[in-house]
């Protein structure tokens, strides 16, 4: 079966990348568009230092600071209808998955009139701008990625708004911008990004072209995960996290971004997307909550394969695994009974259940949000 | 310090895979020169599925089918002339190292006038029309890499012609096309695969987003080669190595080249290019026969990192390597010694000399040539 391997993106990594091939911005664009949420990318610096490079480089540039969590298709349009007014022909993300997705979605639509489904299809008859993503966490490895995750009201859900024309033209990897991460996103960030190595790992689509970015994030993920946990149980704050750690999960949060480039995402994340949307639960976080559940559930269907998993996490089974999240959260409450069946039914619709290595059926679906726990009320 | 990843050529892989993805030649251009050797393009079918799928889709296409093993400055230019007569607007190389390094540099010459060094000069103010890799050894990795060998007679060795403009568009990887390799080409390429995993694991230039692929690349070659040992042992035919084993080492190589395009190569290749210039000796197998030589060095000047590098090939020491190379080949016979000192005066000039992780005399640059064995008169 012919198998590709994907990932065109020029990444550039260590403190002060940004400044440094401030160079390479000036070839890209006259005009950016600085696509970035309302507070974190001027606290942390890197809108600072984004807008230094650019005006030394002699680019001008437009903001758009309004991206939320889990960015509506509106805002989309309203970020490319402020790109178009400006005449701005490349667009830079900066923050967490949510601008650097959007900074995809705005840069297609500045190009291209996508109404209605058209937006989902993943065909842009016209060239899309050059993408720049400056990722301030890591978990999403929307950097190493051609997909942009946008909130669909009308349906319920979170969708995926993907194609190549999509990948980041340059990615800027500088963990100072970090440092001041909070515990939470931290830790569920780190979280997101070992869930894609392990979906990689796990999907249909997964080949051996795939695998060593997958095996790379997944050791990576997991080093840095056990080296969080002890500063956590040490009750060190989040701001003295050392560097080289919040780097290290750059770089592995990047490989599990190119694992999932190739691979897609498989049930954990169609589960995660619905207790994102119908609870407001953090992604990675939905995503930790319903792995026990997730591999447990794999565990039984496919042993040999969830074996090798666990072994490049360093763990013996599931119930391991599970042991030590339960060291990061404390997971307690179960959903409401009533919304289950309901979740699982949007869950099962979501494209990257066909992507999942077993059939699933609604079942079994629900089965995993019953046994899925919630840290607190 | 700022480090970098880029390797934007998309990998198709699987039996049938030029076929497979004819469309995507469509839209690269309107007339391809094919750029090979002599023979072995026919006898794989490699050639004819080139034609079949350019035929498919109304590409008109030249055929230059001259290049030699090592290419030198004046068949490039010569198939650039051709390339030029016909207005080619692509060109597709197939074959080993030689074909599609040669794809490059002729690419480049297309549309770009280089004379003398500015050939060498990494700096091509034209576009580079698109490079098609497809490799019908798996060894060298340039279907993944920007790099093109060339000889250079004045310089008396190969030289390195190169710059991000010469990464493939596409590469197609079919290890249909290896099934009649012969066992020599089948390991000397093999252990050109190792040594560039090997390199990029080792060289200055090796970062925490390079040594990833150098590992995934060791780990695979090593294992390619286990496995070829017992057949060769065993006294099986080299057209009845498995399929299986092609493909893993053609994927092996591939991590390979795509390790080297981050880190580029040390002294080994660097004494390599020697004994293949002055001696005639494939290049996969200078590598080979200068590798104990290369790794005893370096376990004295640096035993941790070497430690860490025979832990992923799964050996204790340099000296266990070596005894599973001489499984291979027999390594018997001396350099002539009126020779070694102009060899490493040769070596010393080579640019991935100062990539090289530890400073090297001239001395014992010789001392290396000295230890070198080769396997027969």
Redesign the interface.
């Known amino acids: 079966?012919?198998?590709?391997?994907?990932?065109?993106a020029?990444?550039?990594?260590?403190?002060?990348?940004v400044k440094?091939?401030a160079s390479l911005l000036a070839g890209m664009g006259r005009h950016a568009l600085i696509v970035t949420g309302r507070t974190s990318a001027r606290a942390n610096g890197a809108l600072a230092d984004t807008v230094a490079a650019l005006e030394k480089e002699n680019v001008s540039w437009s903001l758009f600071d309004r991206i939320e969590a889990n960015p509506s298709i509106e805002t989309i349009r309203e970020a490319a209808a402020l790109g178009r007014a400006q005449a701005s022909d490349m667009v830079i993300g900066i923050g967490g998955g949510s601008p650097m997705d959007a900074a995809k979605a705005v840069a297609a639509l500045l190009t291209n009139p996508l109404e209605g489904d058209a937006l989902f299809a993943g065909f842009y008859p016209n060239p899309v701008p050059p993408i720049v993503c400056i990722p301030t966490t890591a978990g999403t490895g929307s950097e190493a990625t051609p997909y942009a995750i946008l909130t669909d009201h009308a349906m319920q859900t979170k969708r995926n708004m993907g194609g190549s024309e999509l990948f980041p033209r340059i990615a800027f990897l500088d963990a100072s911008y970090m440092m001041g991460l909070p515990w939470s996103t931290t830790l569920n960030t780190a979280l997101d990004a070992l869930s894609h190595a392990a979906e990689g790992f796990l999907a249909i689509r997964g080949?051996?072209?795939s695998e060593?970015?997958a095996?790379?994030g997944l050791k990576?993920m997991i080093q840095v995960l056990r080296e969080l946990a002890v500063l956590w149980k040490e009750g060190v704050p989040a701001d003295e996290i050392p560097f080289v750690i919040r780097?290290?999960a750059l770089?592995g949060s990047m490989?599990g971004g190119i694992t999932i480039a190739q691979t897609g995402t498989t049930l954990l994340h169609a589960m995660g997307y619905c207790l994102t949307y119908c609870r407001n639960i953090d992604h990675g976080l939905a995503n930790a909550l319903l792995m026990p559940a997730y591999f447990e559930f794999l565990e039984k269907k496919m042993p040999d394969r969830m074996k090798l998993l666990f072994g490049h996490l360093g763990f013996s089974s599931a119930e391991a695994f599970t042991s030590f999240l339960k060291t990061l959260f404390v997971m307690m409450e179960a959903l409401p009974e009533s919304d289950i069946d309901a979740y699982a039914a949007i869950a099962a619709k979501a494209k990257n259940m066909s992507n999942t290595p077993v059939p699933v059926s609604l079942t079994e679906l629900s089965g995993m949000f019953a046994a899925c726990r919630l840290p607190s009320g």
């Open positions: 079966m012919p198998t590709s391997y994907f990932m065109p020029r990444i550039l990594s260590g403190k002060g990348c440094e091939h080949t051996a072209l060593p970015f095996v790379t990576q780097e290290s770089i490989f």
